[in-house]
């Protein structure tokens, strides 16, 4: 027999054992995890190709990274996310109240990095960087370069360290700024008397700690002669419903707070216990206003429990939970969607103010904080 003949019987040989493989591989990751075989053979044929015939030497674990990666990218959900184990760390943190970086809150928006809050007393707050900035480059690096969780990892590092973004202002104009990082922690809730006996308390986003710092302040203000409150929820890109629904028992009356529905239709309520509402209330919102801090403000106004001020919510119905995983990652993965009282959706169409009143970044003085006072003293 030919040398020919020999190598392309091995060859045959080969492919069909390769093959008899994949196809029992297929067989049973459908029993396991409901794939169709040929599907699974796609996937496991490409690994192994990648494997053994790739000119570099490559990583097992980084390739399955890629893939979950992957799967989560081709849902084309911006609020999915996989989850490297430094991504993680600082989501952790971040919900925890205290993180590194220079004390922003960023989301991606219409294919652009727009800064959503800025965190008081920081390295950002103090560089000038303000709410609708629109993050183009970071270290000479445009971050049409990056996907947005790396832009995130770029901006965030060691303490003490230095980081240039170049900064798009809402009027175009555009300017750099080289800030230190420093460690952020992160105090939610602030609050303050204004004149006539109404108290002014602002919640910056719902973490862990949101409930707690929440409620010391809201005793602090009695003891101050607090009689009427504006709740300041603008720039509040949102955080943890336990929390939300923690601070929405001091404003919404007894009954449905949010109702979350998950994929096959089941409903969960999330109720308050309050017996009656105590003071006027007045609540500012604004474009940049999602997700919990949605949930709180939609139930204020079905329940008309207080007043609406500002302009409309950003539009974030859906939930998230986050499914940590076997090397320190994780996937932030949206798993239901939220109802107000009403039985409202508002994904991506926000909640309309029941005044509304337009800010602008030139206007000498608040108008929207001064119209909810106006409001609650009539």
């Known amino acids: 027999m030919s040398k020919k003949k020999v190598f392309l019987i091995i060859g045959l040989t080969a492919l069909v054992t390769f093959l008899s493989t994949l196809l029992a591989l297929g067989v049973v990751l459908t029993k396991v995890a409901d794939v169709r075989p040929d599907d699974a053979a796609r996937f496991i044929g490409m690994y192994k190709v990648i494997r053994s015939r790739y000119v570099d ?72 960087i303000m709410a609708n900035d629109e ?107 336990n929390t939300c629904v923690d601070v929405a028992n001091f404003f919404v009356p007894k009954g449905v707070v949010v109702t979350v529905e998950d994929k096959d239709g089941e409903l969960e309520e999330y109720n308050s216990n309050l017996d009656e509402v105590k ?33 409309k919510t950003f539009g974030k119905g859906s939930i998230q939970v986050v499914i940590p995983m076997f090397h320190n990652d994780a996937v932030k993965l949206t798993v239901a969607k939220y109802f107000t009282p009403s039985g409202v959706s508002i994904d991506q169409v926000g909640i309309k103010p029941d005044v509304e009143v337009k800010f602008s970044p030139g206007d000498k003085e608040d108008v929207q904080l001064k119209k909810a006072i106006e409001i609650l003293n009539k």
């Open 57 to 128: 030497q490559t990583d097992q674990t980084a390739l399955f990274d890629g893939a979950i990666s992957g799967m989560v990218r081709s849902l084309k959900d911006p609020h999915s996310v996989y989850l490297e184990p430094v991504m993680y760390r600082e989501l952790l943190n971040q919900t925890g109240g205290t993180f590194g970086g220079i004390g922003v809150y960023m989301d991606f928006r219409d294919k652009k990095i727009t800064v959503i809050s800025v965190i008081e007393d920081t390295p950002a707050q103090k560089a000038g």
């Open 135 to 241: 993050i183009i480059a970071v270290d000479d690096v445009s971050v049409k370069e990056m996907e947005p969780g790396a832009v995130v990892l770029k901006i965030r590092g060691e303490i003490g360290t230095e980081v240039k973004l170049r900064l798009r202002s809402a009027d175009g104009s555009e300017r750099d700024v080289v800030l230190t990082r420093g460690l952020i922690k992160s105090k939610s809730v602030h609050g303050k008397m204004l004149d006539d006996s109404v108290a002014y308390i602002r919640i910056s986003n719902f973490t862990e700690q949101t409930g707690n710092e929440f409620r010391e302040t809201y005793a602090k203000m009695e003891g101050e002669g607090m009689k009427k409150i504006v709740l300041d929820l603008r720039q509040n890109p949102g955080g943890l419903v």
């Open 279 to 311: 003071y006027p209330l007045a609540v500012l919102v604004d474009g940049n206003s999602a997700s919990a801090s949605e949930i709180l403000a939609g139930a204020i106004k079905d329940t008309k429990s207080g007043t609406l001020v500002g302009e």
